[in-house]
Nanobody, 117 residues
């Protein structure tokens, strides 16, 4: 069974930066595309950024040029570097695979990101 453990969140002022990590176990990590999702209070979970097995990345428009997704297959870890953070980035951030909902792995606990002055 795949386990996902997200970390790196916290409280940061607008304009600040955070680096999130997601460690995966129980799967051949290098053979899986990975994505970061986020869920803000009262809103549905949304896809934020994705990275293929070959390293191709994509982003939702609202985070382009501010967020960078990367992966380290040797560490079974995917990262999300978040710069120029805005209050609207406040959410719980999760990682998972990009497959349809019925085929996603069990969700981890997520990591809370709060952007506030």
């Amino acid at each position: 069974q795949v386990q996902l453990v997200e970390s790196g969140g916290g409280l940061v002022q607008p304009g600040g930066s955070l680096r999130l990590s997601c460690a995966a176990s129980g799967t051949i990590f290098s053979m899986n595309a990975m994505v970061w999702y986020r869920q803000a209070p009262g809103k549905e979970r949304e896809l934020v950024a994705g990275i293929t097995t070959g390293g191709t990345t994509n982003y939702v428009d609202s985070v382009k040029s501010r967020f960078t997704i990367s992966r380290d297959n040797a560490k079974n870890t995917v990262y999300l570097q978040m710069n120029s953070l805005k209050p609207e980035d406040t959410a719980v951030y999760y990682c998972n695979n990009p497959l349809p909902q019925s085929r996603r792995w069990s969700w981890g606990q997520g990591t809370q990101v709060t952007v506030s002055s």
